[in-house]
């Protein structure tokens, strides 16, 4: 008996989590819970004191994020300190004392890569003034992680394994997070690792009309998610080299990491972003 509620328990998951994610998907477009929907409004910096401070931007690079959802900035400091940043970062990922592969083996994680790398810090004025905008103020950096995902076979099939979160999904975190990706690999493409993105209204779109079912029923949301990004050219790849990053509204929008082909990396420090 306790074995067939498991199985049910199971076996429904999918159908709750739709159930559940219905009041965000119907009134935000997205499938994050209510409470991260909500929680931003309260946010006195965030929202109401916004409309004072956007008369005082200029053109605004800040629509870019808001409206889009993310946007690329491509690195232009000194190239020693992103060749520092990497070669530190490629002696910490492969430490086993402070870096774990994945049960699978398909990605090694960094925890806290601050710690070994303080040098990262260097580099926020790549994103400073684009994070001030957003938030119409002040921002702090909530968490630093970094990671080294890795090629499977699966990566040519229809049905790709779940492996790194390469499943089409929101993030269920607070709407106005924001992720820093900075690229600490070369030539990264579709082929090669880049994540894939989905603009804001256009996820909206994707998930107010099913097409976007869930990530707990992948093999159908990949198909109809593919089928019309494919066709619609909607979709985008934070691709390029080390040192360039992207700046996104990972709740709002749509996203997927890709998995390399055979024999290549991809190595990436993220860092989430919050008003303060
Ligand atoms: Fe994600």
Known sequence: MIDLIKKFIKKSFPFRRILITMPSRILFGNTISLTNNIKPYFN??????????????????????????????????????????????????LNDSVSKFSTDNKSRYLDSPLRYI????DLEILWKKDAEDFYAGNYRVHSYNGWRIYS????????????????????????????????????VDKNSGATRVIDVSTS??????????????????TRMVDEYVYSN????????????????????????????????????????????
């Open 44 to 93: 006195k910096t965030f929202f109401f004191k916004k409309s004072d401070y956007k008369k005082t931007l200029p053109s605004s690079n800040n629509s870019e994020i808001k409206n889009l959802g993310f946007k690329k900035i491509k690195y232009n400091l000194n190239p020693k300190l992103i060749k520092t940043i990497s070669d530190k970062f490629e002696k910490y990922i």
């Open 118 to 121: 303080p040098e990262i810090n």
């Open 152 to 187: 499977d076979s699966s990566y040519k099939e229809k049905n790709k394994k779940f492996l790194y979160s390469n499943y089409w999904h929101f993030d269920d975190l607070p709407k106005n997070l924001l992720k820093v990706f900075i690229l600490l690999s070369d030539n």
């Open 233 to 276: 050219n909607k979709i985008n790849y934070f691709g390029g080299n080390k040192g360039d990053i992207y700046i996104c509204n990972t709740p709002r929008c749509l996203h997927a990491a890709t998995i390399p082909e055979n024999g290549k990396i991809r190595d990436l420090i993220q860092l989430e972003l919050l008003p303060s």
């Open 204 to 221: 909206k779109k994707l998930t107010r009309t099913f097409k976007f079912v869930d990530y707990a029923l992948p093999s159908i949301s």
